[in-house]
Structures are given as C-alpha cells and as structure tokens.
C-alpha cells in the first residue's frame, strides 16, 4: 500500500512565501513522474507544476517565474516553492506521483492541503 502524506499549507498575506512537501510511503520500487495540481471553489483541478525522474521541470503559465517544483528521490518526496504569492493562488493544493510498485505503474494521489492568500 502507498501513501502521500502532504504538509506545508496555510493562511499567507499576498506577497509571501509556502513550501510544501509531500512525501510517499510503501512498497515503492521507484516513481516516475511527481507533480502538483491545484483546484479552486467552483473550478475544475488544474495542473500547476511537475517534474520528471530525470529532473526536467513543467510549470503552468500562471506560476512560472514565481513556483518551483523539486525533489529528492532519496526521500521519495516532492516539494513546491511558492513565492510572491497572490490571492488567486488560493486553492487546495494536491500532489501527483507515478508510482511503480509490485502491481505496475499506478498514479498517486495526496490528500491535499489548503493555501489561503489573503489580507
């Protein structure tokens, strides 16, 4: 059985910085891709960032510049920067992995976490 167990959100005033991480957990052979999604009240989920196992980096338009996605495999854990954050990057933020396990490539997902930019 694998787990994603994510951290690091919270209430932030525009302007400031989160990091979070999401660490995976079970019999895990290696991971693929690892990504970051957000989903907005009212909008559909949206992919914000991702990284592949080579290292190769992804961003959505609206965060380049300003996120950056990182991991360390030794940890099986993913990690996202957030900077100069805005009100409308106020959504429950959720992490993606491609995990390969005794039963193939499965897709992972987190539990989220809520970011809240707001005076």
């Known amino acids: 059985q694998v787990q994603l167990v994510e951290s690091g959100g919270g209430l932030v005033q525009p302007g400031g910085s989160l990091r979070l991480s999401c660490a995976a957990s079970g019999s895990i052979f290696s991971i693929a891709a690892m990504g970051w999604y957000r989903q907005a009240p009212g909008k559909q989920r949206e992919l914000v960032a991702s990284?592949?196992?080579?290292?190769?980096?992804n961003y959505a338009d609206p965060v380049k510049g300003r996120f950056t996605i990182s991991r360390d495999n030794a940890k099986n854990t993913v990690y996202l920067q957030l900077n100069s954050l805005k009100p409308e990057d106020t959504a429950v933020y959720y992490c993606?992995?491609?995990?390969?396990?005794?039963?193939?490539?499965?897709?992972?997902w987190g539990q989220g976490t809520q970011v809240t930019v707001s005076s």
């Open positions: 990284i592949t196992s080579g290292g190769n980096t």
């Open positions: 993606n992995m491609e995990i390969y396990t005794t039963y193939g490539r499965q897709n992972y």
